[in-house]
């Protein structure tokens, strides 16, 4: 699929990978309807994206409200004319042993945000993305495929995306849709600094150094490379890459590996 010139929705765009996504979007020309819940983030994101020669329409969401997943796709479809590229990219996460988390609660949210937002938007669009012979990407995790302390939610998260969108893939095989689902490991955003304790308040913690991890640019440039190039799964960095090919054979040893540094 050559992005070129394209009508995409990007959720999550406020910030982080979202926000790179529209960026690189813009700087093909796409028509870009940019989501999320902080609409001055959002405003900041659009002069960008238009700076960069791209269209941008910005529509305030909360994906965990099927009624405003309705509503973004409606007013992508109606300003652009039809939609070419959905990209579910909304997500937060948490960071608590369960046997610390008091308020359970915070495993709906996670349900409805990182599953539910994305199944929703998918709904709304695929009649479409149908009509346009589109994509579908969605950002996942590595967590989708591996395991790890404090993550018991978030991982239960990714990993329905991946259950859902997998058979999707299947039952769409002869519409001419594509179902990209993006795997990056440790990415330079402010999520580990808003997931959420075993309260429910935010961690407020960044435990790695961005210097020494992926870029949410360069997690956006290769997310839509895996697009144009249509791939139906792509796993970001080498060691995401051997962690999920071993543990096929040796998951004992990936778990406790993954384990160590999740816990450092």
Not at 1 to 15: D, K, W
Not at 123 to 145: D, E, M
Not at 194 to 199: D, E, F, H
Request: hydrophobic share 40%.
């Amino acid at each position: 699929m050559e992005l070129t010139g394209r009508r995409a929705i990007v959720t999550g765009a406020s910030s982080g990978i979202g926000e790179e996504l529209g960026l690189q979007l813009g700087a093909k020309r796409c028509k870009v309807a940019l989501s999320a819940r902080r609409k001055d983030r959002l405003e900041e994101t659009a002069t960008r994206v238009r700076a960069a020669g791209g269209e941008a329409l910005v529509v305030e969401a909360d994906v965990a409200r099927e009624a405003d997943c309705k509503r973004l796709v409606e007013e992508a479809v109606k300003a652009f004319g039809g939609l070419d590229l959905l990209v579910c990219n909304a997500g937060t996460s948490m960071t608590a042993r369960f046997d610390e988390v008091t308020d359970l609660s915070l495993f709906e949210r996670l349900m409805a945000v990182n599953y539910l937002g994305a199944v929703y938007c998918t709904g709304y669009a695929l009649p479409h993305l149908k009509k346009s012979r589109g994509t579908i990407a969605v950002v996942s995790s590595l967590f989708g495929k591996l395991v790890a302390p404090t993550r018991t939610g978030y991982a239960a998260t990714k990993h329905a995306l991946h259950g859902f969108y997998d058979c999707l893939r299947l039952e769409l095989a002869d519409s001419g849709v594509q179902v990209t689902l993006v795997c990056p490991a440790l990415v330079a955003t402010e999520i580990r600094q808003v997931a959420a304790t075993g309260s429910g308040t935010p961690s407020g913690r960044e435990p790695h150094d961005a210097r020494k991890i992926m870029s949410a640019a360069e997690c956006a440039r290769q997310s839509l490379r895996a697009i144009e190039q249509g791939k139906n799964e792509l796993l970001m960095t080498a060691s995401g890459k051997f962690g999920v090919k071993m543990r096929t054979f040796f998951p004992g040893l990936v778990d406790a590996m993954v384990a160590r540094r999740v816990v450092r």
